[in-house]
């Protein structure tokens, strides 16, 4: 009888510890897939393992690599942390069920509703970790400065020919077309991208930087290109790419109306994350002004997290963060993706 008792205890205190040393383990690790690969983001990770024990194993790839990974992987992924680059693509994952609502404080506090998913009663999924304007790139010595202050003006019969577009289903064009669409109504924004295919000087080709060069090289006088891609040209060790920035003009567009369109480098704790605390904890330590300078100045972006600001010659070059921002949430992103793709089809815009 005394023997069972002290076996028995034994073995609860065996199960017991055993059961702490398997949560020890758990508690230790995440799993991070990552569709950015900047140096700077190295520093970050460290820094969350040296300040919380836990470790990150990393899964680098594209966001339709990631993607198509975490559906391959269903319910079985590993996944803890989902980090993707640009509103559409979070929005579109979002919307095949890949991540999970969380709630925190710390991110509520942290981060501008409009650069998040929209709050539902369970939590908010995808976050904004770094923010880049959606900017216009033009010759000036081929089009006037008051010509192209404005995203609608880009669809004014005055740029015929002029333009350079990279594909108009690309992500970062989905997403200012949709908040551009959101504050025209349908019928206005519809007839806003037939204006600009209107104006293409050709087929939409290449990536942003390409749009940028060809407008140094005179292939067109106007382009719309993210703020970072600029950035990273002036700050470019050839000079060839300097010269490209020192053809071009800069263009925060709508300062005078609704702002210029900014999106975002973001992330989410994914669906079937196993080790969901530390998850979370990993999206509030990205919001922290440590994470936030480093997250941001890796790709030449601005902190999203309020009162963040950064240190970066080429941003300051380019007029800096005060510019007027669209005050229309990235989360209508999510809501316009398919109308703003049949519209697309319709005016042909490829
Ligand atoms: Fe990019």
């Given at each position: 009888?005394?023997?069972?008792?002290?076996?028995?205890?034994?073995?609860?205190?065996?199960?017991?510890?055993?059961?702490?040393?398997?949560?020890?383990?758990?508690?230790?690790?995440?799993?991070?897939?990552?569709?950015?690969?900047?140096?700077?983001?190295?520093?970050?990770?460290?820094?969350?393992?040296?300040?919380?024990?836990?470790?990150?194993?990393?899964?680098?790839?594209?966001?339709?690599?990631?993607?198509?990974?975490l559906r391959a992987e269903g319910a079985a992924s590993p996944a803890d942390v989902v980090l993707m680059v640009d509103a559409a693509r979070l929005a579109r994952a979002d919307a095949e069920g890949l991540f999970q609502p969380i709630?925190?404080?710390?991110?509520?506090?942290?981060?501008?509703?409009?650069?998040?998913?929209?709050?539902?009663?369970?939590?908010?999924?995808?976050?904004g970790f770094s923010k880049r304007a959606r900017v216009i790139a033009y010759d000036p010595t081929r089009v006037r400065s008051e010509d192209v202050q404005t995203y609608e003006q880009l669809a004014d019969p005055k740029l015929r020919g002029m333009l350079c577009s990279r594909s108009g289903s690309h992500p970062y064009n989905l997403s200012l077309f949709a908040t551009v669409v959101e504050r025209l109504g349908d019928q206005q924004g519809e007839a806003w991208l037939q204006g600009l295919v209107n104006n293409l000087a050709r087929q939409p080709v290449g990536g942003d930087t390409d749009q940028i060069r060809a407008v140094a090289s005179g292939e067109c006088a106007v382009a719309i290109t993210n703020s970072y891609y600029a950035a990273r040209l002036i700050r470019s060790d050839r000079p060839a790419d300097r010269a490209v920035m020192e053809r071009?003009?800069?263009?925060?567009?709508?300062?005078?109306?609704?702002?210029?369109?900014?999106?975002?480098?973001?992330?989410a704790v994914a669906r079937h994350a196993p080790n969901r605390a530390n998850a979370i904890k990993f999206m509030e330590f990205l919001a922290t002004p440590f994470a936030q300078e480093y997250f941001a100045n890796g790709n030449n972006e601005y902190p999203t997290a309020?009162?963040?600001?950064?240190?970066?010659?080429?941003?300051?070059?380019?007029?800096?963060?005060?510019?007027?921002?669209?005050?229309?949430?990235?989360?209508?992103?999510?809501?316009?993706?398919?109308?703003i793709q049949q519209m697309l089809d319709r005016v042909r815009f490829r």
């Open positions: 009888m005394k023997l069972h008792k002290t076996f028995a205890l034994a073995l609860s205190a065996l199960t017991l510890s055993l059961a702490a040393t398997s949560a020890v383990a758990q508690s230790q690790v995440l799993n991070l897939y990552s569709a950015r690969h900047y140096a700077s983001d190295e520093i970050i990770f460290n820094e969350f393992t040296r300040t919380t024990g836990i470790r990150i194993n990393r899964v680098e790839a594209d966001d339709a690599g990631i993607v198509a990974r709630k925190s404080a710390a991110l509520d506090a942290a981060i501008p509703a409009t650069l998040r998913a929209a709050a539902t009663p369970d939590g908010i999924t995808w976050t071009v003009r800069i263009v925060h567009p709508n300062q005078a109306t609704s702002g210029t369109h900014v999106n975002i480098a973001g992330g309020q009162g963040v600001t950064v240190n970066n010659p080429a941003l300051t070059a380019l007029g800096g963060d005060n510019f007027k921002q669209e005050t229309i949430p990235l989360a209508v992103v999510a809501q316009n993706l398919t109308k």
